[in-house]
């Protein structure tokens, strides 16, 4: 089980993940359509049926748009993989159920293939062999990220 | 056990044990703010939650700053979402053009020292300026706050900065910040608090402490404190820092962010001489009464380049108003400023300002990403309001120092 790997460079902010100006509506349709438009036209149908997101450093940097995770997700992406994440980014991609690992992901190519194991943290490249261990989230995200984001937590629990 | 940053003591005294520096600790909220962009998804969320009374009503307060008045149906409906889930749960409510949500929660004095602030936007940093924890969060978060009024909050490790010597008065705040921005770089404060530490802070007003905490996101803050005396909290003397930088003011120039990341600083003698074709002077950096006053001195009795435009937009009612009392209005109107109603717009890109292909913008705000006006084949220069003003004048990158002079040279 493996998913194609699409990579993006350094400083992806929010804005080019989904424009501030495609952020104005609550249909997530709306949303996958301009989704990494900017950066990559193709990027919907590079994605297909599902595909895994690699980038570099600081990942998702900008604006608190939350949209942004919520378009990738919803776009197919099955988990980002970065170097690092900004931090209300990363924040927003565990409360809405997106999986982030972060990890050293020089060594992988756009177009490789790609095994994640959010339990254990590491993440396979299938097309070169290479084993990839990403940092461990911290235990009160990974309660969040397994009941599949805030909502489903608070559902479940109450309160935090 | 050493003493405690001032984020410590703040997430201390909300959660109710001491908050050391990793710790995961969930609090009590004093402020939360939704805004037109973001606010309905965190109502929806609240929804889906199973949410029906808001935790803190009176706590929480939306306001309607990044497309108002509305430019296309789906912008008008997304405010009459915010509009009718606080009229129905009692929050406070602040409409299109009242002006952009740090301005006005600073002008009502809705923050204060030692408070814990979130807000939907990542700019809500700003009120770090009146001593709160303030810090910008999503949609799903400010939700989980609607529906508990608590949130849960990793107790950041805390980054000092000090300002030493005197600052060039051909200097402003922001050339200082867009420095500091290119110093620490964009990711240096990830994860992060900042104090702010030096003299100069009792030298300069409210205005330029905000400007300061404002672009504490730009280098990844989670939130920062400008710690002049009259700041109402402060960090115990023997509180622990992950690091402690020197900023050396004597070395600084007017500077500019290069597109495409506002960690890409220039000296602005770098730039000088370079074709502009749109300045904006607004946002929560740059959009006071302060700034507006720079730009009119400027540009008084005089017109902007016939080449240029430039688009005003007041960070507030209250900025508008007073900026009209004072006359500056009509100047900057004469010189050929066009004026937006207070509030986002322009520097988030939803409208009031999209440049066209191929432009290049010299602007106020905080932010060149590519595609953050709303069209990602323009080009963004971040700098102070008087550089901008500079450049309006002339229609290219100018020092506005230079300008000054040949003021001096007239008379």
């Known amino acids: 089980m493996s998913d194609v790997a699409l990579k993006y460079g350094d400083d992806i902010s929010t804005d080019l993940i989904i424009a501030g100006k495609y952020t104005k509506t609550l249909n997530l349709q709306d949303l996958v359509d301009h989704a990494m438009e900017d950066i990559d036209p193709d990027f919907l149908s590079r994605v297909g049926d599902g595909a895994v997101l690699v980038a570099g450093k600081y990942f998702g940097c900008g604006s608190s748009r939350e949209q942004a995770p919520v378009a990738l997700k919803a776009a197919g992406i099955k988990v980002v993989l970065a170097s690092s994440f900004a931090r209300i980014f990363f924040r927003n991609a565990i409360n809405i159920g997106l999986p982030i690992m972060e990890c050293d992901t020089s060594s992988i190519s756009d177009g490789d293939r790609i095994d994640f194991d959010i339990g254990t943290g590491t993440v396979t490249n299938v097309t070169t062999g290479a084993v990839i261990q990403a940092k461990p989230l911290p235990d009160n995200m990974v309660k969040i990220l397994s009941a599949g984001g805030v909502v489903e937590y608070l559902k479940e629990q109450g309160s935090f | 056990m050493g003493g405690q940053t001032i984020a410590q003591k703040i997430l201390s005294s909300h959660s109710g044990a001491r908050a050391e520096v990793g710790e995961i600790v969930v609090c009590d909220i004093d402020l939360v703010m939704g805004h037109d962009a973001n606010g309905p998804m965190a109502i929806r969320a609240f929804e889906k939650m199973g949410g029906t009374r808001v935790t803190n009503p009176e706590k929480v307060v939306f306001v309607m700053d990044h497309m108002g008045p509305a430019p296309f149906e789906k912008a008008a ?158 960090a115990d003397p023997d509180a622990v820092y992950a690091e402690e930088t020197v900023i050396d003011l004597t070395r600084i120039e ?158």
């Open chain 2, 77 to 234: 409906n997304l405010q009459a979402v915010c509009r009718n889930f606080a009229a129905e749960q009692g929050t406070q409510f602040m409409t299109i053009g009242e002006g952009v949500s740090h301005q006005i929660m600073a002008e009502r004095g809705m923050a204060r020292p030692g408070g814990l602030v979130l807000g939907s936007d990542s700019h809500t940093c700003t009120l770090g300026a009146f001593g709160a924890f303030a810090t910008g969060v999503g949609a799903t978060d400010l939700a989980a706050c609607l529906l508990t009024g608590r949130n849960w909050f990793r107790v950041p490790e805390t980054l000092k900065i000090t300002f030493e010597g005197k600052l060039d008065p051909g200097c402003s705040t922001k050339d200082v910040i867009l420095y500091v921005v290119g110093r620490v770089g964009a990711d240096g404060g990830n994860y992060k608090s900042f104090e702010f530490y030096g003299d100069w802070l009792e030298d300069i007003g409210t205005a330029d402490h905000m400007t300061l905490a404002n672009m504490l996101v730009e280098m990844g803050c989670k939130c920062g404190f400008v710690c002049h005396s009259n700041l109402g909290i402060e």
């Open chain 2, 254 to 411: 007017p500077g500019l962010a290069k597109p495409h990341t506002v960690d890409n600083y220039a000296p602005i003698s770098e730039l000088v001489g370079m074709k502009v074709d749109q300045g904006f002077l607004g946002s929560c950096t740059n959009g006071r009464i302060e700034d507006i006053r720079i730009v009119a001195a400027i540009l008084a009795g005089r017109k902007i380049h016939e080449d240029v435009r430039f688009i005003v937009t007041p960070a507030s009612k209250a900025v508008h108003i007073q900026a009209m009392a004072e006359g500056h209005i009509a100047t900057l109107m004469e010189a050929g400023a066009v004026f937006f109603t207070p509030g986002c717009g322009g520097c988030v890109g939803t409208h009031g300002g999209v440049p066209a292909d191929g432009e290049v913008v010299i602007s106020s705000a905080n932010r060149n990403f590519r595609g953050r006006m709303g069209n990602s084949k323009a080009s963004i220069y971040l700098a102070s309001p008087a550089s901008v003003a500079a450049a309006m004048l002339t229609g290219v990158v100018t020092d506005p120092r230079m300008l000054a002079e040949q003021e001096g040279a007239h008379v």
